[in-house]
């Protein structure tokens, strides 16, 4: 049984339908890499999984147990078990970097307050952040405010990470210090959905790379098999544009 | 103008005196008191106000319309409804919660859209992580969007609180022994109109602008990005 599987997921905005039935599926301890176009609909994709943009159709099972969105409950189980990492970060600007990782696993998760910290001053020192834990987001670097960001959603210990195009925001002396981060989580054995336009590192890290083009998976396959040698024509048009130089 | 300057000695006695301290009290405490439940409670309508869902709608409806309505009705009228709706009820109740239970009224329907402004200056995206972290709707505002949207609200709530001082005066309308009513009585009394009330204006104008100078200080403060001013802590420790 896999361990995330989604299938016919569909999603609107209003009377657009930006996600028009998306399949694809994984097994624990993959990487899987979503790819394409901007609007294709990718941030959709991890949207619907945690429950921030509605479903409107299809579903999405872990472990086989589907996830019912129009139930509280079940959107919480949901939440318990996937954590999302946006590309602007999104850390609570009124916290300090200590707090913003501790809050969820203290106030949601009831975890002892010793523990969760000591949990997040592990994390923050794996991010290599160990010298922030007081200042507030506003004071840190981009970069930094990333890799904040992550471990606030490994705090949470996620059967399944969601990353959405995490290095974008970022200077490109800043990019290689969250693909490191990502990449040691990667070789930890993390589950992870990686949004990302960087092919270099997603035929480094990914298991398995799948393309959307207008809100559906056109293609999917091992990155070697997707980057050198697609089978769809809208595939190696994409492609073709971006691995060229 | 003689007369005035003959009466000066007078009016300025400590009787006098005291009992303009006095009701210049009753006006701040009355002011100070309704504006204070007022803005609690105005938090309390946002809060359903924002409530999701279909049963919610009745709630969210009632919500709108209050502020809606009483934002269009001059306070001297909800001052009157208040005091013949208190009377069929409740006949001892006296002038001053009346007056208080108006303030109130009235600041709800004022300040809850300066709260309402200020949450939503706060960006979604920041009550998209939290959600997505399973946070409840209540623990969001309290622990997520209010801190970030007081510099927002504080503003214009003092703002308003300290315009209202002025507009208390006219509970004197039904008889509150706040500070122009005790200005009229001593007018009746014989003293000069323009001595009386210059004295009045003046109380008025210490009784607002000290507070207007705190709402100043708060704003500043408030402006200055959180980052920073716990920096300038770490200096000054
Ligand atoms: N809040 C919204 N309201 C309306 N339409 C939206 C909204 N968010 C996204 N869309 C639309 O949905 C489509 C898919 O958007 P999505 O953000 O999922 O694309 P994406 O693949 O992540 O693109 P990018 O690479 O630019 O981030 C786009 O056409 C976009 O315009
Ligand atoms: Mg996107």
Redesign the pocket.
Known sequence: MPHLAVNDLRAK??A?E??KGVSFSMEKGQVVA?V????????????TLVGL?PVSGGSVTIHGDEIRYSNAASVRRARDQMAIVF?QYNLFQNMRIIDNVTVAPTKIKKRPKAEARADAERLLAMVGLADKLNAFPDQLSGGQQQRVAIARALALHPEILLL??VT?ALDPELVNEVLDTIRRLATEGMTMIL?S?EMAFVREVADKVIF?DS?AVVEEGLPEQLFDAPKTDRAREFFGKILRH | MERILEQIPRFFTTDNMALLLQSAGLTLAMTLTGCLIGFGLAFVLVYLRQMPGLWALPLRVVCITYVEVFRRIPFIVVIYLVLFFIQTVASDASLFTIAVISICIYAIAYTADIIRGGLESVPVTQTEAARAMNFGRLRTLVTVTLPQAWPVILPPAIAFAVSFIKDTALVSQIGVFELTFRGKELNNQGYSGILVFGTIAMCYFLMSFPLSMLGQYLEKRLATPRGERSARKIRRA
């Open positions: 905005y209003g657009l930006v996600l979503l394409g176009p901007s609007g294709s609909g990718k941030s959709t994709v991890l949207r943009t590309q959405d195009e974008s949004v336009h959307m809100g």
